[in-house]
């Protein structure tokens, strides 16, 4: 178990550069990956169950103690990053099937490594896990209200699918995982262990099915949908900040809320797009995937640095 253990350690402490040198790989050898795409959604199944076993009850203490804060970041992350992605598909031309893939990953809740990036950060992590948790929980919902609401313009949406498809993926799976933990709390935390492992080698594998199966228009538009992607998350991560100080919130918790906006849980993305949409339209899901683990490990590192003058010792309540 302790072999599993580090093996699973140093699989999520690489992830980003399996994810690179996955992509790297289906791009040049598609013919043998596209068969992975009809197996999407149990994977991103899967990574939905290990964040199950993560959760507990005491993860949602922190809704009850600072109802407000918890309140602002969700909606927060829930406005700011569909606006963004309307106004990048609109404001930049985006092509139908391009401009509907940065709206859908717009609209996901936030992203399953967000909680690691904002303890890298010294922020908050209790609010980081409380905004993450009632996101996820709430994506039945607003995610498909949301895709209605700005991807209708290029699109139909059947809502109804939707919503099934989030709660099959999403809420199924996640309260399955808490369920056996509540139940098996032993085994499920000694199963924990191997979870990072798990979680990789399933989004590595849910990239890969991504990049081969639009390896030729990626040839065309790799380019713009990186540079879109880019844009959306870094745009995120500011306004997100910005939004938690405007809200009178301390500078771990400013942290915590910028990481829970601008980090989405792109394997959703990927499963909608493939799912309801196009190849296409999950690739800037699968490039968002990649690319907001690299910007989220440097801003970790800058907000490691930064320290509150008028609350030194704000670091230091991490959980507070």
């Given at each position: ?150 991807a209708s313009k290029w699109v139909d949406i059947d809502i109804m699918s939707l919503i099934i498809s989030i709660i099959q993926v999403v809420i199924i799976p996640l309260a399955l995982g808490f369920t056996i ?95 309801h949409f196009s190849p296409l339209a999950a690739v800037p899901s699968a490039i968002f995937s990649v690319w907001h683990n690299i910007s989220g490990s440097v801003l970790a590192f800058i907000f490691s640095k ?15």
């Open positions: 178990m302790k072999t599993i253990e580090k093996i699973s350690t140093f699989a999520g402490k690489t992830f980003t550069l399996w994810v690179i040198l996955i992509s790297v790989i289906a791009y040049s050898f598609p013919e043998h990956f596209v068969w992975i795409g009809k197996y999407i959604v149990p994977l991103l199944g899967i990574v939905m169950f290990g964040m199950g076993l993560t959760l507990s009850a005491s993860d949602f203490s922190e809704v009850f103690r600072r109802p407000k804060e918890v309140a602002l970041g969700v909606v927060g992350h829930f406005i700011i990053m569909p606006l963004l992605a309307f106004g990048l598909a609109i404001g930049l031309d985006l092509p139908k099937e391009i401009a509907v893939g940065v709206i859908l990953v717009g609209c996901c809740p936030s992203g399953t490594s967000s909680n690691v990036m904002v303890f890298l950060a010294r922020g908050n992590v209790a609010l980081a896990v409380a905004i993450a948790s009632v996101s996820t929980i709430l994506a039945p919902i607003v995610t498909p209200l949301l895709i209605l609401l700005f933990k509540k139940f098996f709390g032993k085994a499920a935390e000694a199963s924990s262990k191997a979870l990072p492992l798990v979680s990789v080698v399933a989004i590595v594998l849910i990239v890969s099915a991504v990049v081969a199966g639009s390896q030729a228009q990626l040839a065309k538009t790799g380019g713009i949908i990186f540079a879109v992607v880019v844009l959306h998350n870094i745009l995120g991560f500011t306004i997100g900040f910005f939004f938690a100080r405007l809200c009178g919130m301390d500078l771990a918790k400013q942290k915590a809320v910028a990481m829970e906006v601008g980090m989405q849980n792109s394997g959703l993305g990927v499963t909608i797009a493939s799912t930064l320290k509150d003058k008028n609350q030194p010792s704000s670091n230091k309540k991490m959980a507070g």
